[in-house]
């Protein structure tokens, strides 16, 4: 049978896997076609691409997980085949047979194997016949309360609820005590259905210091199948991965190849075809537990492509043409060590809460050799609250891992991000931190190092002041007032009659500030971004970025914002209404729990909040009864949004 005709290609998701399936679309010579949202109207991905096509709506529900909406702007776009991404329709069984049906090409596993691998529950019941050792748990079908209570105590505290039919951390809950299984079990289940369509939980043992290590496969039409070595994704928040590398720290030969075949066996049991991942539990003592089967590419592909230097979405391409896999097992190259890391819009300092707003400031590390950027988003673009929080990935490839190590952290301390806040100041204390550098890996790695990934905000010294204020009036325009550019009133060089020149600051930085008072010939000179300061003959040279009327300054290794205020506003601003909780994000509210004149114990869950497809709920900071709401279920609110009024008794 001849090659299927592949000329065009239309990707079915958002954001950086969307740019970088494009990205080698186009590399072998085929056309691309985006779909967006209406609020992705104007995305970076939609941008990229050849054709766009909108397919309305906001929220994921309404646009991208459209099935008919994403087969229509197929036929409509000329496009043969489609890529699903990551994500949203990647696993869904019925994606892949309505493709198929439409007479398409769906860039994926057949429908078979989704259905076989994409159930957690029937995954670990497949594995259970084939030998695969299994965590101890719960997969069966019957989904209510008493049922999962009775599992739990049977398994053992802790518990880890998990979505049957997704990933990504969502529809995903720790259960430390049975106390809080109700409404764990609750909150699980409405995450799932809203990012999956599918409410169905399994329960398994929560493992203590487990490492979370994944085999990449790829299998072709004609029974060719193989492994390409591991990755290593323990440090995670949230259940989510927040960095990846590959090959996996420690590892032997011996059990690369013990937990590769496995793998390869697993994706010949439900005739797989594509790109996928099985992913595993290892413990200290090498015995390794098959967890679960994503049927799509990952997340984390990249450090799987710079140790073997394959592209994987051009494996894809050629597999759905027919063709044979290019290498045998044997060919497989391990080269070199890669780490990779995710950048969200998220506050890792109030519980990594998804962060949503303007891009006012976005610089991208320098590619070269070892360094490598995948991202969705450019500078000035709204990071809203319908979509994953993530931005895009570094990936750094060096000889050895320490090498990596090192080209990664200069990639972090050149990126420059603002206008919201982010993880990469978290994502750079990771990889610097001793623990990180010796290959101390497990999935408690996170908590165990929280004071020093996450430390209490201390205060600015008096040297970053200084510099912060030379720095800032280095930035300023040379003329204060375009209406009289002659007058040396209106000039910002602190002209003063008969007295020295000086200028005066009022400076604000992550909820600290200070009056300053300089001398406006000063010490320091900037030019462009480049910032000299001199103090007793040493010149030290820093990084700052004037951005509208903020000053971005490089200090200690974090990228610090800057700005002016006025005292009397900011004293005025500070007030806040008396007992009144507000929304930590942008988002909707899905379930308002009390009423006014409520009583309500401290801890009280009051409202939750859906944004970026995870649930947050609003807690009552102590006993009290509820004056009033500002809320209803279904409603669309804005970080800062009065909720709750909360009266203390």
């Known amino acids: 049978m001849s090659a299927p005709v592949l000329t065009t290609v239309l990707v079915a998701n958002r954001g950086e896997i969307a740019c970088r399936v494009m ?125 999962f209570r009775a599992a739990c105590e049977r398994i053992g505290y802790p518990v880890l609820l998990k979505a049957t039919a997704g990933g990504g951390g969502k529809g995903m809950k720790v259960v430390e005590d049975v106390s809080q299984l109700a409404e764990a079990l609750a909150s699980a289940q409405r995450e799932a259905q809203s990012s999956f369509g599918d409410s169905r939980m399994l329960v398994e043992k ?62 010949q049991a439900i005739g797989y075809v594509g790109a996928g991942t099985v992913e595993f539990l290892l413990d200290a003592r090498g015995e390794f537990f098959f967890m679960e089967m994503n049927t799509r590419l990952q997340v984390e592909h990249p450090v799987t492509e710079a ?35 995710r950048l969200y819009a998220e506050d890792p300092a109030n519980d990594f809460l998804p962060a949503t707003g303007r891009l006012a400031l976005y610089r991208e590390s320098a590619e070269g050799p070892g360094r490598r950027v995948d ?41 420059a991000i603002g206008g919201l806040k982010t993880n990469i100041n978290f994502l750079r204390r990771i990889i ?24 209490a905000p201390g205060e600015l010294s008096d040297a970053f002041w200084n510099v912060a204020a030379q720095a800032f009036a280095q930035s300023l325009p040379s003329i204060a007032r375009a209406d009289d550019p002659i007058s040396p009133w209106t000039a910002n060089s602190g002209l003063r009659a008969g007295l020295p020149q000086e200028i005066t600051l009022h400076l604000s930085c992550e909820g600290q500030d200070r009056a300053l008072t300089l001398d406006a010939g000063g010490n320091a000179k900037l030019t462009g971004e480049a910032l000299v300061i001199e103090h007793d003959g040493v010149r030290r040279n820093l990084r700052a970025i004037r951005q509208g009327d903020s000053l971005y300054l490089q200090w200690e290794g974090e990228l610090r914002r800057i700005q002016t205020y006025d005292p009397i506003s900011a004293v005025e ?11 930590p994000m942008n988002g909707s509210i899905v379930r308002v729990l009390v009423e006014a004149g409520q009583s309500v114990e401290a801890g009280a869950q009051l409202v939750v909040l859906e944004a970026m497809k995870m649930e947050h709920s609003i807690r009552a900071p102590h006993a009290g009864v509820i004056k009033a709401l500002y809320c209803q279920e279904g409603e669309m609110v804005g970080e800062g949004s009065a909720l709750v009024e909360l009266e203390e008794v």
């Open 23 to 147: 990205r080698t679309a186009k590399a072998l010579g085929l056309a691309t076609v985006a779909v967006h949202s209406a609020t992705d109207r104007e995305a970076r991905h939609s941008r990229e691409a050849d054709i766009r096509v909108d397919l309305g709506g906001s929220k994921a529900a309404d646009s991208y997980l459209q099935i008919d909406k994403l087969i229509a702007a197929a036929k409509a776009s000329g496009a043969q085949a489609i890529h699903p991404g990551y994500g949203f329709l990647s696993e869904n069984a019925g994606f892949a047979r309505a493709i198929e049906a439409a007479g398409l090409i769906f860039l994926g596993p057949p429908a078979s194997a989704i259905d076989a691998m994409g159930s957690k529950s029937a995954a670990k019941a497949l594995m259970e016949t084939a030998g695969v050792p299994l965590v101890p748990g719960y997969h069966g079908e019957a989904q209510d309360l008493e049922t």
């Open 206 to 267: 929560y493992l203590l210091k487990p490492r979370h290590v994944e085999i990449q496969v790829f299998a072709d039409q004609h029974g060719n199948c193989l492994y390409l070595n591991e990755r290593d994704c323990s440090i995670q928040r949230r259940h989510q991965k927040v960095v990846e590398e590959a090959p996996a720290p420690g590892l032997t030969v011996e059990l690369r190849r013990a937990m590769g075949e496995a793998a390869v066996r697993s994706a």
């Open 307 to 341: 140790i073997t230097g394959l592209d994987l979405v051009a494996w894809q391409i050629r597999v759905a043409r027919g063709e044979v896999l290019p290498i045998t097992q044997q060919q497989v190259p391990l080269n070199g060590h890669a780490i990779e890391v």
């Open 375 to 415: 991202s969705g988003v450019v500078e000035g673009d709204e990071i809203s609250p319908f979509y994953d929080p993530m931005l895009g990935k570094l990936i750094a490839w060096g000889e050895d891992r320490e090498q990596a190590r090192l080209r990664l952290l200069s990639m972090l301390d050149e990126f």
């Open 432 to 455: 610097a931190h001793p623990a990180f550098a010796a290959a101390e890996l497990d999935t408690g790695f996170i908590p165990r190092y929280q004071e020093q990934l996450l430390p």
């Open 573 to 583: 601003a500070s007030h806040s209404h008396q007992g009144g909780l507000t929304a």
